[in-house]
């Protein structure tokens, strides 16, 4: 494993269970403020570290790398959109739809995928000797991001309908 390698699996592990706690629980208060900085700060090493990633495509970039673009740009919408929420109408809601969206496209979906069997994760964890665990695991997080993402989608269109009139 690459440095690269390390630093991103860290960063988007610590991500995913930090992100689950700052989305599950209420909002607005100082420890949000304080985590939601603390991983918007790990999704971006997550998609710096990315781009050092390169083995799947023999030293070219692979479409996932497509979706560190999307990360880095959706972190710069969020924070942006939460900061000028005062000159911004539904800030909080756009701030809340981005950030559910960039968990459940980087962190469920993605980062499900990363266990399938012939993938490195896949390989250290079931995938050699039982794949169909990780099929199952890689199946169940996708349902679930594919969810997230799908009311992330729902609260955007309100979004845009309510600033329409």
Do not use: C
């Not at 403020?33 to 603390?38: A, E, F, H, N």
């Amino acid at each position: 494993m690459t440095p690269a390698i390390w630093v991103h699996a860290i960063a988007a592990v610590a991500a995913l269970f930090l992100g689950a706690y700052v989305l599950w629980r209420p909002k607005g208060d100082a420890a949000h403020k304080w985590t939601g900085r603390v991983w918007a700060g790990l999704m971006a090493v997550t998609a710096l570290s990315s781009f050092g990633i390169r083995e799947i495509f023999d030293g070219w970039f692979s479409p996932i790398h497509i979706l560190s673009v999307y990360t880095l740009v959706t972190l710069v919408v969020a924070i942006h959109a939460i900061r000028n929420r005062d000159r911004i109408e539904h800030a909080v809601l756009k701030h809340q739809t981005e950030m559910k969206t960039l968990f459940a496209s980087g962190m469920l979906i993605a980062g499900g995928f990363t266990f399938m069997p012939e993938r490195l994760l896949g390989r250290l964890t079931f995938g050699e000797t039982y794949p169909m665990i990780n099929y199952v695991f890689v199946a169940l997080t996708a349902s679930i991001g594919a969810y997230v993402f799908w009311r992330g989608g729902r609260a955007a269109r309100a979004l845009r309908k309510r600033a329409k009139g």
